[in-house]
């Protein structure tokens, strides 16, 4: 049979059956349409989780000194300046930057009452500042322990939105890095319930300088030495800054430590974070780490690869459910295309006795079939996309504010509506499969006999 005709054909059957026919494919909608709605959700939680909550760089490793293990005959050594440039001659490594931990308890107080007077002029000038949250902030009280970390400025140089992330002059305010999940916690819990201000990257510039005190604690009684008070100024959020504590410049916490401890502290590092030229350089790079006496610190990697991995399983058994409704709907088909059959077979047997194959009537069954799968992939896809915006829309506004709430809850793959349609053509095709074969193998003498 040609094509044309083939299509003549199609085209015919499916306007004198399309009541039947589109009752049939409602369930191939519905089907789509979750298909494509859960897997778009599955995407934006793990672009939530890959970006903002754990975010991971493919061509870095964590560094650390290796822990004390039972049974180990390893022993562990101190990531010390030789160490550094060990690892930076190692095949492979493009830059290390290192990080030292402030070995001596530090504190921070903060009074509402004595912020300057300029400084709640500059904050109250940024957009989105009410009154009352100014109000707030006159009433905060604050006796904080903080814990310390220095970095490399070349690691942060990206982070830093204003003046420079480096160990000061005397009598300047010390620039610091703040966690950017610290901040997010901060602003969907904390300054919310208190009506205070949300920190933003636009209101960094006008954060006024707070205090710091170093060597000294509100608990401890074992600290032994002058407390020095300083004050550091926030400069930018950081994903490589410390989660529960503030960044400062690796060359101040190594001034801190030395005037506090010695020397030798002020040489010691907690870890440090290998660059590699490539991602396919990590394998050997990592080798080379745990045979120099050291660990990788998959801790952050590992938590990532686990929420990933949760996210997946639901994804996948939402998505399970939803090609199992689209399976049922194929068997829906096939109840109706034999019931279509059985009232055409005296056409189908006529078309046989003019010549048509066996090949012509499975190819006429199944065109009509696969042309009713794209049909209801099309509209699966293109409802479920809607469907995906409008619930964007909707969980943005009626939601509350949380830590991490992103900015769009549904991510659309490139693929995706290919694969809706596939699908939908593909279990249309297995639905019509069995009444084609059915029609192919009718006797034409028989049908147009009646016999």
Known sequence: ??????????????????????????????????????????????????????????NRLQVVPRTAQFGSLAEGRILDDPVLSALARLPGVKAVYPRMKLSVLTTMSLDGEHIPAEAVVMLSRIPGIAPQMLAGLKQIRMWLEIMVTGLDP???????????????????????????????????????????????????????????????????????????????????????????????????????????????????????????????????????????????????????????????????????????????????????????????????????????TRADVRALILVEAAFLGAVGGLLGTGLGTFLCWVMDRVAGRVLPDFPFKPDRFFVLPWWLPLSGISFAILFCAIGAYFPASKAARLDPASTLTGR
Not at 27 to 46: D, E, K
Not at 170 to 189: F, T, V
């Open 1 to 58: 049979m040609r094509p044309e005709n083939l299509i003549r054909f199609v085209a015919q059957n499916l306007r004198r059956n399309r009541k039947n026919l589109a009752f049939s494919g409602v369930g191939i909608v519905v089907g789509i349409v979750s298909f494509t709605f859960f897997i778009a959700l599955g995407y934006g939680a793990n672009e939530v989780v890959a970006t903002r909550i754990f975010p991971l760089e493919a």
């Open 154 to 356: 070349l690691l942060v140089k990206g982070d830093v939105l204003t003046g420079d992330f480096r160990d000061p002059p005397p009598g300047e305010p010390i620039p610091a890095l703040m966690s950017r999940r610290m901040i997010e916690i901060y602003n969907s819990g904390f300054a919310k319930t208190r009506g205070l201000p949300r920190i933003s990257e636009l209101m960094i510039p006008f954060l006024p300088p707070l205090p710091l005190t170093v060597n000294h604690s509100f608990i401890s009684r074992e600290v032994s030495g002058s407390a020095m008070t300083t004050r550091i100024k926030l400069v930018g959020l950081s994903h490589h800054a410390l989660m529960g504590g503030i960044t400062l410049p690796l060359d101040t916490v190594r001034r801190w430590n030395r005037e506090y401890l010695g020397q030798r502290s002020a040489q010691i590092y907690d870890g440090a974070i290998v660059e590699v030229e490539s991602s396919d350089r990590l394998g050997p790079v990592q080798q080379a780490v745990s045979q120099m006496g050291f660990d990788i610190d998959f801790g952050e990697k590992r938590m990532a690869e686990s929420v990933g991995f949760a996210v997946t399983l639901l994804t996948l058994g939402f998505t399970l459910i939803s090609l199992i409704i689209v399976g049922i709907a194929a068997i829906n088909m096939a109840h109706t295309f034999f019931m279509i059959i059985y009232e055409r077979k005296r056409e189908i047997g006529l078309l046989r006795a003019l010549g048509a």
